[in-house]
């Protein structure tokens, strides 16, 4: 456990003493009248946080100003400690004051009753002398510094590396970058990378966007010509009095590479700040190899209009043939610092908004910003040959485009803040160059490659993204449009790029376009790579039309005008919805891709007002469909590997077994969340949901009351008996029937105490699935009740799970 964690269970000063203690390791030390004294240090602790650290270090002094007088011994260091905190200071900054004898402190009765008169003299003297920590976020810097200065007899300040960079960026904005006058947010890295890659006077870097000076011997940053002044300079030396710098000369350029992880969010998003991996582009150079040849650098000419700070062409060597853009001037002149990619053409371009005409042409004298010798190599490529008639160099596009989409719940933020939403609608590509690629529209990976199809139509892409635009319904239009050919490809773990969230694939693709009218393939096959980019297999993705999507099979009954309770979970109120003749459940089912297929399956007794589009409501008539659609979408696994697979309609006629197991596989599921209440309030109203689920009758489970509905019930006695038996269930199904009225009787067996009926809502006898398992777990874990055993439950419905897997795969659900 962490210093920090140890430390928000300290309910005393030993219990603090003791846990410092432990972190920092220390062997030979005593707790007497100073709370821990040792060779090297002497420690004040408080448990709590509201003595200030002047306080702390004006107690020690007490006892340093006694240890001197009697001539005892006293340690090199003096450190304060206490729940959040913590400070270190070398023992020789406060002896001049303490051997002073014309300054005449009142120290009070005792060490641990200073005077104001102590403080004020302690406080004002020892200023900033002092490196002070956070613990809740400098944990390893604290620990190390007090472990540096037992062994070295030095206070030595913590470095710059690629495993600290955030963390060193938050506090350096924390600590400096807000008291910096009129600077915008989105520019504290650029200062940040100013200040770090200096000794104080002289930058690591030539021509860096911003640079360090100093004014009346105060540090001051020069941006755009522009002179920036610090408001208060006290977070300046306490910053650097923790941290060395610049940082060691292996780091420096790949710490300069990194600005994209110290940009926000929602700006990166839109921007496409996200690092390419080094250990990924080898293997994307790898491929590139392998499908367009050895000598490929050699004779292409690449263009990256998304080039960031350079790391996708680091591995690229022949730098004379690349032409690198980027939205960003400041990546421009970090790359130019860095002396990333030196013999290329560097230049700043937006590629979704310049030179794009008001009837969707490319023009480039509107903003004269693309290099002639690129508009050369465009048309040439274009003509198929160059001004002398010989064949011309074929171009490149090697991107890492950005992933923000307009219609992400991810960037459903304030439009007025010109949020990355609203950004990706309104680019010039967007707006006039894609009215033929329906819903890709709203991504920024797409815009690019609407506008390469239009500028360079003859072009090779090798792209990194996602690989909605393979499979997904909303592309549909877009595969229809785009004119290529699949050459080879590769997809790697989200998790080897850093900043993005989840757990998907990130394919590595390379297509040959062209101006001839191409059939977008109807299956793509895919080496697989770990987040490491080890290979572990391979993966195929299908280009399969909608219509034969599993979202398009259910039938979906029409809603009336009847008000009923919506609600956001089981039994939790929010708004009023509608429902529809004869329904007896909502059933979520949104979108049609395995991503949406664990959180977004969900059966209610009432209408789920979260706004799922996909919602259809459940009848006696399709109440088969949605048990046989709820449990494909929930039985497989989900693996970042499946992450954009599709699920499909069956491919032959399902056999009654398959469809009565997966009614109990859907019954005894935890998405299963029908419900039976009364008494749930909205907008001053009291509203009731009826259970239509429960599979057993009153007798079967000794309920104390009637239940309001018996449907499943005489459903269940109406499905066809399985061939050979007298029962429409399976072994297996049969088992879990069985195990799940033991539980449902345990449930009737005792009278829930009142926070857990109002928690779970249990004031009817026709509680569901979800109230019931809930309501045993709490009385398990109060110990009020037996504890109820899930085990024999748990055993036969992973069996009926485990029968049910390879199903889905037979009948063609998945492929």
Known sequence: MSLFSELQKASSEEDVKDAYIKALRLKSYQKNLIDIQTKEVWFEAKVGCKVSTYAMFTQLANYVYVALKEGEYIPPFLCVIDCMKAAVM???????????????????????????????????????????????????????????????GEIIRTQITPDNLKQVFDRWVEMIGR??????????????????????????????????????????????????????????????????????VEYRNYLLERRD????????????????????????????????????????????????VGNLETKHSNHRNIFMSTLDQADVDVMKAAKTCRAATRFQYDYLNDDITDDGKIDYTLTDKIPQSL???????????????????????????????????????????????AKVAKTRVAEKMMNSYGKATNELFTQFIARIAEE???????????????????????????????????IVHSKSFDGLKGNFPIGFLIWKTSEKKLNFPTEIS?????????????????????????????????????????????????????????????????????????QGTALLSSASKIGHKGACYVTPENLWQAAVVFTVRRIIPATWINDRDQFLQPNSELSDEFKSDCLVWMLFNGSNLTAGADNLVWDNREWSI???????TEDEVNAPDRFESDFMVRYMEKLPKLSGTDSPFSFEARAVLEEGKKLWRAYFSATDERAVRDKFKLNRSDAGWYQIRGALKERSQSGDFPPVSFTAFESSYRSLTEKLRPLVYKYGFLR
């Open 90 to 152: 070398k023992t020789e900054v406060i002896l001049p004051l303490l051997k002073d004898k014309s300054i005449n402190i009142k120290w009070g009765k005792s060490a641990s009753d200073i005077t104001q008169d102590a403080l004020d003299i302690v406080s004002q003297y020892i200023g900033t002398h002092f490196v002070s920590f956070r613990i809740e976020t400098q944990e390893k810097e604290f620990i190390d510094t007090v472990q540096n200065a037992i062994s070295t």
């Open 375 to 421: 508009r050369t190599a465009i048309a040439e490529a274009k003509a198929g040959k160059d001004a002398a008639g010989k064949p011309a160099k074929k171009i490149l596009v090697l991107i890492n485009p950005p992933y923000a989409e307009a219609g992400s719940s991810d960037n459903y933020l304030n439009e007025e803040k010109n949020t990355a939403k």
């Open 261 to 308: 992880s110290l940009i926000p969010t929602d700006e990166r998003s839109f921007k496409g700040a996200y690092y390419t991996p080094l250990h990924v582009v080898e293997k994307a150079y790898e491929l590139l190899n392998r499908t367009l040849g050895k000598n490929w650098q050699r004779d292409y000419i690449l263009w990256d209009m998304c080039c960031g």
């Open 690 to 696: 009826t259970n239509h689920f429960i599979p057993y």
């Open 526 to 598: 895919c080496e697989v790579l770990d987040k490491d980019a080890n290979p572990i297999g391979e993966k195929s993705f299908y280009n399969i039309p909608s219509k034969e999507y599993l979202s398009n099979w259910i039938t979906r009954p029409k809603a009336n005008e009847e008000e009923v309770i919506g609600l956001k979970n089981c039994v939790s109120p929010n708004g009023v919805g509608k429902w529809s003749d004869n329904a007896i459940a909502h059933f979520v089912c949104d979108s049609n891709d395995f991503q949406q297929g664990m």
């Open 179 to 248: 008291e910096i006058r009129g600077i915008e947010t989105e520019n504290y890295c650029l200062l940040f990378f100013a200040d770090i890659m200096s000794d104080g006077t002289v930058s690591t870097h030539e021509n860096l966007p911003a640079e360090l000076l100093h004014k009346n011997n105060r540090p001051t940053f020069l941006l755009d010509g522009k002179l920036y002044e610090l408001g208060n300079y006290d977070g300046y030396r306490k910053f650097w009095a923790i941290y060395n710098r610049p940082p060691e």
């Open 456 to 490: 360079i139509p003859n072009a090779t892409i090798a792209m990194f993204s996602k690989l909605k635009y393979v499979n997904a319904t909303n592309f549909e239009r877009f595969r229809q449009n785009w004119n290529v050919k699949y050459l080879d490809g590769f």
